[in-house]
């Protein structure tokens, strides 16, 4: 059964089309759950040159195009309409734009907001198969309105960078982030976790009024290729390294002494946790294990190790005056301690000793970085099934971007 609607009037209002376009007709398919609104204009109607904006061109023959339009109820709407093109003197023969979506798009502009609006909050995944379309389709909306956003996106006063990376497709990929630690706003996303990453953020910088020798401080893991990237493009920058990567290096190296301890050493099997988690993060059962453990009696090297590292997280409570003198004295400590792993990560924080004292003058702060990987868990689970890193890119410029999207409303 097939409805004509006759009354077109209400559908031309709901649309908000103006002149010269009107509503034709309107058919329901209630079989096919289906609403098919069909636009036209009128014979001897003028257009507007595209390229140019030269008014009053006729129509030089049309294309019939069609676009999804938002749900009428529970049923799918889709406009249909012959779009002219206009043959303009200087430009030559063009397809006109029309109000109701941009060009190229088979979605008119407001369901295109709803897209968008949707990607906000849950996976584009299910937003396809809540909207019965495909996800590439979806996710090719999404990179349109964030690379126009990301256009417009000014970052002239950005002084403070934060990297770090995340892997893709089960760590297969990687995909490096740059955030303004003041704003925490992720500036840019990039392929690849070596020094070319920091050459690429260093191009969209300056491509969006930044200015490479305003960047003061910049905070990373001690990853060589980042260090080297920053020193080679953002030469006037101070490199702080992140607090929880400097941590992690002492935590890799109480664990290296507990496995080859536990060799003859029964007793810490299993203990692995203990020893890397803050003791006020244990169970009390757990605190209660880690005191025998600790004994004198028991002289285990892996305590030995457990205190060195437990001293230098006092590091962190120092005055920028006292910090050195503290770091040296550690040291020495940890160089004498007859213990191979911690001599070697005692090493490492003798080779990144600037970048680690600088934290007690730029006071960067890891907290955000790690907002920044929360972020990236949602915007993972955001696009979950997101087939390119591309995608994940656009997912992650969505949700860490605080970009400002021009869309309909
Ligand atoms: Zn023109």
């Known amino acids: 059964m097939r409805i004509i609607m006759r009354d077109t009037d209400l559908f031309q209002l709901a649309l908000g089309l103006t002149p010269p376009w009107y509503v034709v007709s309107c058919e329901f398919d209630p079989e096919k759950r289906r609403l098919d609104i069909e636009i036209d204009f009128p014979r001897g109607s003028t ?6 904006g030269k008014g009053g061109c006729g129509a030089y023959d049309t294309e019939q195009h069609s676009w999804r339009h938002l749900n009428f109820f529970q049923h799918e709407a889709y ?10 003197g200087e430009c030559g023969v063009k397809t006109v734009d029309v109000p109701w979506a941009r060009s190229g798009s088979g979605f008119t502009l407001l369901f295109e907001a709803l897209v968008m609006v ?20 979806l996710w090719r909306v999404l990179d349109h309105y964030v690379h126009e956003a990301r256009q417009d996106a000014d970052f002239s006063s950005v002084t403070d960078v934060g990297v770090d990376e995340t ?23 990039t392929e690849g976790k070596d020094a070319s990453t920091l050459a690429r953020f260093k191009s969209d910088l300056e491509s969006h009024q930044g200015d490479p020798s305003r960047i003061r401080e910049i905070c990373c893991d001690m990853s060589p290729a980042f260090i080297s990237g920053v020193e080679k493009h953002f030469p006037e920058a101070q490199l702080t390294f992140d607090k929880f990567h400097v941590m992690k290096i002492l935590n890799e190296a109480v664990d290296e002494v507990r496995r080859q301890e536990q060799q003859i050493r029964p007793e810490l099997k299993r203990t692995r946790y203990l020893w890397l988690k803050n003791p006020q993060n244990l169970k009390s059962h757990q605190v209660a294990m880690l005191d025998v453990l ?15 590292r437990m001293n230098f997280q006092e590091l962190w409570q120092q005055s920028p005056h006292t910090s050195e003198a503290f770091l040296k004295k550690w040291y020495f400590w940890a160089t004498h301690s007859r213990l191979e ?4 990560a005692a090493y490492t924080v003798k080779r990144h000793w600037d970048g680690i004292l600088r934290w007690f003058t730029s006071k960067i702060n890891n907290a955000i970085l790690e907002g920044i990987n929360s972020l990236i868990q949602a915007a993972k689970a955001r696009a979950r099934g997101y087939r390119t890193t591309k995608n994940l890119i656009t997912m992650i410029y969505l949700i860490g971007g605080k970009l400002q999207f021009k869309l309909p409303t």
């Open 167 to 189: 892997s893709s497709k089960r760590g297969h990929n990687y995909v490096t982030l740059f955030v303004n630690l003041l704003l925490s706003q992720v500036l840019f996303a």
């Open 79 to 88: 406009l249909t309409a012959r779009v002219p093109r206009v043959s303009c």
């Open 341 to 344: 792993p911690m001599k070697e």
């Open 294 to 308: 600790k004994l004198k009696k028991m002289n285990l090297k892996t305590v030995r190790a457990y205190h060195i």
């Open 118 to 137: 949707m990607a906000k909050g849950m996976p584009v995944k299910s937003i396809a198969n809540l909207l019965k379309e495909h996800d590439t389709r």
């Open 47 to 52: 257009f507007s040159c595209p390229s140019c």
